[in-house]
């Protein structure tokens, strides 16, 4: 299995802050990634595809990059409906797996 | 637009079976863009793919899983489910369905469903 760790696990950031997530791959996996935002109790909302494809209709202040074993998720300028938590996934192979998440907190 | 919803019992108790199914509407189930999947995520935790099935049938499962786990697929009825055999307490998840795109990512979920297992 492909296993994801995604650093740092826990940031704390202020409204207009940058904001850069790390996951790194135990092995190559392309740019077969996606990123996620959850809000508690809610259902994960996709962000980032193949790396660096922004989904439709979210702000272009998300941007993601990378390829092989390391990835990562920028947010230009923090909002305040930003604060959430991000999963990164590897899509290359099965099983599937998810990045153990991060959460962004208010500073 | 599309849209997902999980359905089945909250509580199932241990050993027994947990059965759930994933209702597709505004959007045809028999597309060969997509695939379906399963995910689970116990409470205060991360995700855990639990598998997926294509339209065809095809299925692919978590292999920490693989055993006890059955997806299938209702074309007629716009459905996928999951069965999941010989729970214990730590099943206890929510559990959403989601649209895959080939290899691109799940960009679009159900609601999620909360299931324990208890007696």
């Known amino acids: 299995d492909i296993q994801l760790t995604q650093s740092p696990s826990f940031l704390s950031a202020s409204v207009g802050d940058r904001v850069t997530i790390t996951c790194r791959a135990s092995q190559g996996i392309s740019s077969y990634v996606a990123w996620y935002q959850q809000k508690p109790g809610k259902a994960p909302k996709f962000l980032i595809y193949?790396?660096?494809t922004l989904q439709s209709g979210v702000p272009s202040r998300f941007s993601g990059s990378g390829s092989g074993t390391e990835f990562t998720l920028t947010i230009s300028s923090l909002q305040p409906e930003d604060f959430a938590t991000y999963y990164c996934q590897q899509l290359n192979s099965y099983p599937l797996t998810f990045g153990p998440g991060t959460k962004v907190d208010i500073k | 637009q599309v849209q997902l919803q999980e359905s089945g019992p909250g509580l199932v108790k241990p050993s027994q079976t947990l059965s759930l199914t994933c209702t597709v509407s505004?959007?045809?189930?028999?597309?060969?863009?997509?695939?379906w999947s399963w995910i689970r995520q116990p409470a205060g935790k991360g995700l855990e793919w639990v598998g997926r099935?294509?339209?065809?049938?095809?299925?692919n499962y978590n292999p920490s899983l693989k055993s006890r786990v059955t997806i299938s697929i209702d074309t007629s009825k716009n459905q996928f489910s999951l069965k999941l055999s010989s729970v214990t307490a730590a099943d206890t998840a929510v559990y959403f369905c989601a649209r895959t795109y080939s290899r691109d990512g799940m960009d679009v979920w159900g609601q999620g469903t909360t299931v324990t297992v208890s007696s």
């Open positions: 505004g959007g045809s189930i028999n597309n060969d863009n997509y695939y």
């Open positions: 099935i294509y339209t065809s049938g095809s299925t």
């Open positions: 193949a790396a660096s």
